[in-house]
């Protein structure tokens, strides 16, 4: 998978002004790192909107500054948008090196379906959404996909143990977690249901005056 690329100028604008950049479609943006030297840098909204769609904050991007001859290995590290509308306010950009380990969550994405749901009061229950992982960011994944067809029979479940990942991304998070699991209602609970609505359809008699 290739890196992503996105552009941006250094800023001069800061504080309430930066209300104006956003009316021209210009995004307020910050790059961080270890070791280095903080920069107030603006991007092209849709641009950034783009990228954040492809790549959220497990991508890997190439963020090429203006005047600058080589492009910086960057993560996305956090995205402000306006509660009401969501519109884009301002990103936060996180240089790194591409020699060294770092560690994220991962999304986990549901992909497929369970041949077990189709039986009767059979539901699916995802209790794990993301995954812990340390590698370097060249074989950092944009998402972890858990394949849904094995799972065929009641009280199956995927943990974090079954996953199958690159043998160089270690895995932080315990591999006894459980992913997620097909359950049964219980029968009792079912039958407690019926009963409530039984009762709920039958008129009740008025007490003699």
Do not use: W
């Amino acid at each position: 998978m290739k890196d992503l690329t996105l552009k941006a100028a250094k800023r001069d604008i800061l504080g309430k002004k930066t209300r104006f950049l956003r009316r021209q479609g210009i995004t307020p943006s910050h790059l961080l790192g270890h070791n280095i030297k903080s920069l107030t840098l603006q991007c092209d909204t849709a641009e950034l909107q783009r990228i954040i769609s492809q790549g959220g904050k497990t991508r890997l991007i190439n963020l090429q500054i203006e005047e600058e001859k080589q492009p910086r290995s960057v993560f996305i590290r956090e995205i402000q948008r306006d509660e009401l509308s969501r519109q884009l306010l301002h990103v936060d950009f996180y240089q790194i090196k591409k020699t060294e380990k770092i560690t994220a969550d991962i999304p986990i994405i549901l992909v497929g379906e369970a041949p077990a749901t189709k039986l009767k009061g059979c539901i699916l229950r995802q209790t794990l959404s993301h995954l812990g992982v340390e590698c370097l960011p060249g074989k950092l994944p944009p998402q972890i996909e858990v394949d849904l067809s094995r799972l065929e029979e009641v009280e199956q479940a995927i943990f974090v143990r079954d996953l199958a990942l690159d043998p160089d991304i270690a895995v932080t998070t315990p591999s006894d977690q459980l992913v997620v699991k097909v359950s049964q209602m219980a029968a009792a609970r079912e039958e407690e249901l019926a009963k409530v609505e039984a009762e709920a359809e039958v008129p009740t008699e008025e007490e003699p005056k």
